[in-house]
């Protein structure tokens, strides 16, 4: 997976700061390295104080997806999002939330994916631990819920159409190591229970990620 961001950010004064980004991701799988998603989009920050030490961000974004296998999966997605952080005696404890919606795209034969249009909740909970100048640990806790807006799946619920919505717990625990001025080492590990009110989709995942990055 190849990821990058250009943004731009501007000091409203000394405490308020909004930023404007253009995200690119482009995913590959399998072993012959086969493309499987292309996304672009446009992500927008405000940042402020509250109280004495708190800060609260807001967000939103626009993302353009694209399933080179499976165009039926295409869609447009956007969100607005908030999160609160409260600085603690050596750690700071992180509360948020996102309400995002995504659009099906329509093909030449009027077809798309199963569900049609989807809704997105989330709120997360997360702790962030320094430790020393360059090294900061990350504990975070989500529940989501989905709901697909058009009755499908039939394939998987014994070829008979029904709503599907889901809901999950996602936990997660992520390590930062700033190498210099410039680059960023970050490994994460996730693990993610999902239930869906059609039982196919009912799973467990456990996910790890290793990266670099370099910032300018």
Same mark, same amino acid.
């Given at each position: 997976?190849?990821?990058?961001? &250009?943004?731009?950010?501007?000091?409203?004064?000394?405490?308020?700061?909004?930023?404007?980004?253009?995200?690119?991701?482009?995913?590959?799988?399998?072993?012959?390295?086969?493309?499987?998603?292309?996304?672009?989009?446009?992500?927008?920050?405000?940042?402020?104080?509250?109280?004495?030490?708190?800060?609260?961000?807001?967000?939103?974004?626009?993302?353009?997806?694209?399933?080179?296998?499976?165009?039926?999966?295409?869609?447009?997605?956007?969100?607005?999002?908030?999160?609160?952080?409260?600085?603690?005696?050596?750690?700071?404890?992180?509360?948020?939330?996102?309400?995002?919606?995504?659009?099906?795209?329509? %093909?030449?034969?009027?077809?798309?994916?199963?569900?049609?249009?989807?809704?997105?909740?989330?709120?997360?909970?997360?702790?962030?631990?320094?430790?020393?100048?360059?090294?900061?640990?990350?504990?975070?806790?989500?529940?989501?819920?989905?709901?697909?807006?058009?009755?499908?799946?039939? &394939?998987?619920?014994?070829?008979?159409?029904?709503?599907?919505?889901?809901?999950?717990?996602?936990?997660?625990?992520?390590?930062?190591?700033?190498?210099?001025?410039?680059?960023?080492? %970050?490994?994460?590990?996730?693990?993610?229970?999902?239930?869906?009110?059609?039982?196919?989709?009912?799973?467990?995942?456990?996910?790890?990620?290793?990266?670099?990055?370099? &910032?300018?």
């Amino acid at each position: 997976m190849f990821q990058g961001r &250009l943004g731009w950010g501007y000091d409203l004064d000394a405490e308020r700061q909004l930023t404007l980004s253009l995200d690119t991701l482009r995913a590959w799988q399998d072993t012959d390295f086969s493309r499987l998603l292309t996304r672009w989009g446009v992500v927008g920050e405000y940042q402020h104080p509250l109280g004495e030490d708190s800060r609260l961000r807001w967000h939103g974004h626009w993302y353009d997806n694209r399933f080179e296998q499976n165009a039926l999966n295409d869609h447009h997605s956007g969100g607005l999002g908030i999160e609160l952080r409260v600085p603690q005696d050596g750690w700071a404890l992180r509360v948020s939330g996102l309400a995002e919606r995504e659009w099906a795209s329509s %093909h030449a034969d009027q077809r798309q994916r199963d569900g049609g249009d989807l809704d997105h909740l989330r709120l997360g909970v997360g702790i962030d631990i320094p430790v020393g100048l360059r090294q900061q640990w990350r504990l975070d806790l989500d529940h989501r819920w989905r709901r697909y807006q058009d009755d499908g799946f039939a &394939l998987y619920n014994d070829f008979t159409p029904a709503s599907r919505h889901d809901r999950s717990w996602e936990a997660s625990v992520a390590w930062y190591l700033q190498l210099d001025r410039d680059w960023l080492l %970050h490994a994460a590990a996730d693990y993610e229970r999902r239930y869906s009110s059609i039982d196919f989709f009912d799973s467990h995942r456990l996910q790890a990620r290793l990266g670099l990055s370099y &910032l300018f």
